[in-house]
């Protein structure tokens, strides 16, 4: 009998202690969800308004893949800029992963917008980020 119920406290501290972790990490993720989310719409700010030398500043110099903040700023003009300002974003969701197609192997999160346009009707903007020395950068940005 006292075996039983030494075998039933251990088996009940394993599953305690398994859900503690599980929330530990759960929040952990939510935390760095968080975190790359508000990181995405610091970017976008920038983007925004137009100052498109400052978001390229902010991109990782390894995975600066638009070439020269010249290129850059022209690709932004092109592509962002015709849609005018934007009237309003509303968070989708956000999804972490450690791989991405074409870049090395590291801590990344996609997170996505539903973003109306002055000149353009509802888009969707994902923007993914890296996590670079314990903090959130944008390495790239596409709308749809």
Known sequence: MQRCIAILICVLSIFTAGCAT?????AAKRADENAARSAA???????DAGDYEEAFE????RFRISGTQKQFVRRMEGRRAPFGRTVSRTFIGAAFTNKLVGVPDGNYESV?????FE?????????????EDDRWE???YRIY
Request: proline fraction near 5%; charge should be positive; hydrophobic fraction near 45%.
């Open 22 to 26: 599980h929330s530990v990490s759960r």
């Open 41 to 47: 719409l610091k970017w976008l700010e920038l983007i």
């Open 58 to 61: 902010r991109e990782p110099i």
């Open 112 to 116: 996505v917008f539903k973003t109306i």
């Open 119 to 131: 000149k353009k009707s509802p888009a969707a903007e994902r923007v993914i980020l890296s996590k």
């Open 138 to 140: 944008v390495i790239d």
